[in-house]
């Protein structure tokens, strides 16, 4: 007689092992709040690692949850250390496990819907920078062994996304994960903004005067929410924003465009408070791009054109605080001091970047240079964008690489949005196109792909429009 053996089985034994340590924080607690803290996180991490094992579905929602709030979780625990990078990556290595522990029971195939366009230019940048190993310019290579790591599981996770996403309800899902999440995230921000930041958050920002001193611009303190800086906030909701203004043209009732219509105003709001002005400036660039994808289609030319409409009169009125002026600058490119003082600096490193094919290494720029290659060229240099970041550390043959990963992710989306007959699908394709472009813009100065909390966001997005490929017949 034959024994089914299933991974709960084989982890249930750990259960015991889980209330023992409870007990045990529960005793360091009484000893000390700080390690008693540090304690629970340990066995927080513990079952999130056993859920991603255990339950793939919920173990790739629960990274992006992760990705989500662990900065929230940072400041609350400040000044305990939280590896946040390191603990992604457990999560996401412990997910994929879980997936290919259950290929291995049910026999299936180890490498589905790979054969793609988008997988082969992910795993052509990753061998890319697997050979700036071996950058003579970056020796010891330990900023190579910080970032590296991070191109693995965010294709591991991206082919999590492939796995789990296997029919158009767990594809749905995803979408209205993301779109609630970012609507959570940007509320807490409005809040932020509204009540004031809590004060265990604001005592962290003014013990750090260089980090007070990015976010006190015109007069008040850019709201960052949950995520790791106001940047980030800003981005995501700019192209969060942009992808539920695709979605009010899909034929969801009318109560839910009415909801939907709720989140995007708090998205937008966030992005104002975020004072970023790279996301405001990618806000109409994503939109234009939809306008142009979606031409033909009257009811979404008609909406867009009333929001320009309503972003010219917003720009030109004759209101003025601080956060509307720090918005307002972002279009002001000729008479922002600091937006010239950036050109000034790239172009004093264009020498450098044309006669280094591979680049200074990885992690030789800005902060990270000084604390890794204090003597490097390049270190304390500040990039100011991921664009230029690419083109000093990992060459510009690097660069091109990067740049040839995001044109091939547009023309996939671009020409199955095109193929599709499905107005819904279309929609779908539409609004995340048009929100990777406005996130690839970004690169320019600041930079969506690359942040930790956005990555997780970005993955999926790119395992969507690859699986709604494959689900849907073009012909309906």
């Keep these: 007689m034959k024994t089914r053996i299933s991974i709960s089985s084989i982890l249930m034994p750990l259960n015991l092992l889980l209330v023992i340590l409870g007990v045990i924080i529960a005793y360091t607690y009484a000893e000390s709040i700080r390690y008693g803290s540090i304690a629970l996180m340990s066995l927080i991490s513990l079952i999130l690692v056993l859920l991603c094992i255990t ?24 000044p305990a250390y939280i590896p946040v990078s390191i603990g992604g990556e457990i999560l996401i290595i412990t997910l994929y496990t879980g997936i290919l522990l259950r290929k291995i ?27 700036e190993l071996f950058n003579t310019y970056a020796q010891p290579p330990i900023g190579w062994a910080i970032v590296f790591p991070q191109y693995v599981t965010n294709l591991l996770f991206f082919l ?35 009540f004031g930041i809590a004060p ?28 790791s800086d106001s940047p980030a906030f800003g981005i995501l909701m700019s192209g969060s924003a942009i992808f539920s203004i695709a979605l009010l043209l899909s034929s969801i009732q009318l109560r839910k465009k009415i909801l939907l219509g709720i989140f995007i105003i708090i998205m937008l709001l966030g992005m104002a408070y975020s004072g970023t002005r790279t ?6 660039a994503g939109l234009g791009f939809m306008g142009l994808l979606t031409i033909q289609n009257k009811k979404i030319l008609i909406l867009l054109g009333a ?10 009125s004759p209101i003025h605080n601080g956060i509307i002026n720090r918005l307002r600058s972002a279009f002001q490119f000729n008479s922002d001091p600091s937006m010239l003082v950036r050109e000034h600096n790239r172009k004093s490193k264009q020498y450098y970047m044309h006669h280094h094919p591979i680049g200074g290494g990885i992690k030789t720029t800005g902060v990270a240079g000084l604390q890794f290659y204090p003597s490097h060229e390049l270190a304390g240099f500040p990039p100011d964008g991921v664009f230029v970041m690419n083109a000093l550390e990992i060459g510009w043959i690097g660069f091109l690489l990067q740049l040839f990963v995001y044109f091939i992710v ?14 819904d699908i279309k929609i779908i394709y539409a609004g995340i196109a048009s929100t990777l472009f406005a996130w690839y813009i970004s690169d320019y100065s600041q930079g969506a792909v690359g942040n930790f909390s956005i990555s997780f966001i970005y993955y999926g997005l790119l395992a969507v429009i690859i699986k709604v490929n494959s689900l849907v017949p073009k012909n309906t």
């Design 55 to 78: 339950s793939p579905k919920l173990g790739f929602y629960l990274c992006i949850l992760y990705g989500s709030i662990i900065y929230f979780i940072k400041r609350l625990l400040y």
């Design 105 to 131: 029971i049910k026999h299936e195939k180890l490498w589905n819907d790979v054969t793609n366009p988008i997988t082969i230019s992910l795993i052509v940048i990753i061998a890319y920078n697997l050979l």
């Design 160 to 194: 999590s996304g492939l796995y789990i996403m296997n029919s158009m309800k767990s594809i749905i899902s995803f979408l209205k994960f993301w779109i609630i999440i970012a609507f959570i995230i940007g509320l807490y921000g409005c809040i932020q903004q509204w």
């Design 200 to 227: 265990w958050e604001y005592r962290q920002i003014i013990n750090d005067p260089t980090s007070y001193a990015i976010m006190f611009q015109n007069g008040f303190i850019r709201k960052y929410s949950s995520l």
């Design 279 to 284: 996301a405001t400036a990618i806000l109409p």
């Design 307 to 316: 929001i320009f409409l309503i972003g010219i009169i917003f720009f030109f």
């Design 410 to 423: 547009l023309k996939y989306a671009i020409h199955q949005y095109y193929h599709q007959k499905n107005k």
